[in-house]
Each structure stands twice: as structure tokens, then as C-alpha cells.
Nanobody, 125 residues
Framework: EVQLQASGGGLVQTGGSLRLSCAAS????????IGWFRQAPGKGRYWISS????????IYAEFLKGRFTISRDNAKNTVYLQMNSLKPEDTAIYYC??????????????????WGQGTLVTVSS
């Protein structure tokens, strides 16, 4: 059974930090690019970051302005999202997802085959 288990969300004050984890099982993790998306209340799901299967390429949404860092440990089948300088507008459910599609599609939600259940991040002002 394929699983992507996102964790690490919670309540944090403005300016604080959180590290999200995404633990994968049931598929060959190192063959997949991994992306993080988020969905704020009442809004659509937006891409925020992706990391290539071998971890040699990372990309970020421009609006993050360097506050987030994606990484992965293929030995642990886990991807991380370090989030710093959090703002109230970062409040959302954060999802990790996996794709074998070519890297050029790694921002496109519809090209991701496997999705985690999401973890809620709430940033208080």
C-alpha cells in the first residue's frame, strides 16, 4: 500500500519555525520527485516546493523568498520542509506528493501520482 504520511504541523507564532516531514512507503521512493503543496482555508491548492529524486535539484515558489528549505533522506524515505520566519498567511494544510513525471512537470499538481493526507500549520499573529 502506497503511503505518504505528512507530520510536523501545529500552532506557531509569527516569526517562528516548523519542520514538516513526509514519510513514504509502498513505492520506490528514490525514483520519485517530491513536492510540497498547501491549501489555505477557502482557497485552492498551490505548489510551494519540489525536490528531485536524487536531491540534486530544489525549486521554490518565488513568494517564499527563501524562508523555506526542502530536503530529503532517501535512506529514510523521508522528505522535509523547514519553514522559517512564518507569517499568518502561511496558515494552511500542507501536503506532500510524489511523481515520476519528468522534472519539468514538478510544479504541476495533476502530474503527482501519490498524495499524503496533509498536516495543518497555523500561524498566529
Amino acid at each position: 500500500e502506497v503511503q505518504l504520511q505528512a507530520s510536523g504541523g501545529g500552532l506557531v507564532q509569527t516569526g517562528g519555525s516548523l519542520r514538516l516531514s513526509c514519510a513514504a512507503s509502498g513505492f520506490t521512493f528514490e525514483d520519485y520527485h517530491i513536492g510540497w503543496f498547501r491549501q489555505a482555508p477557502g482557497k485552492g491548492r498551490y505548489w510551494i516546493s519540489s525536490i528531485s529524486d536524487s536531491a540534486d535539484i530544489t525549486i521554490y515558489a518565488e513568494f517564499l523568498k527563501g524562508r523555506f528549505t526542502i530536503s530529503r533522506d532517501n535512506a529514510k524515505n523521508t522528505v522535509y520542509l523547514q519553514m522559517n520566519s512564518l507569517k499568518p498567511e502561511d496558515t494552511a494544510i500542507y501536503y506532500c506528493a510524489a511523481t515520476k513525471a519528468p522534472w519539468r512537470w514538478s510544479k504541476i499538481a495533476t502530474r503527482f501520482e501519490y498524495w499524503g493526507q496533509g498536516t495543518l500549520v497555523t500561524v498566529s499573529s
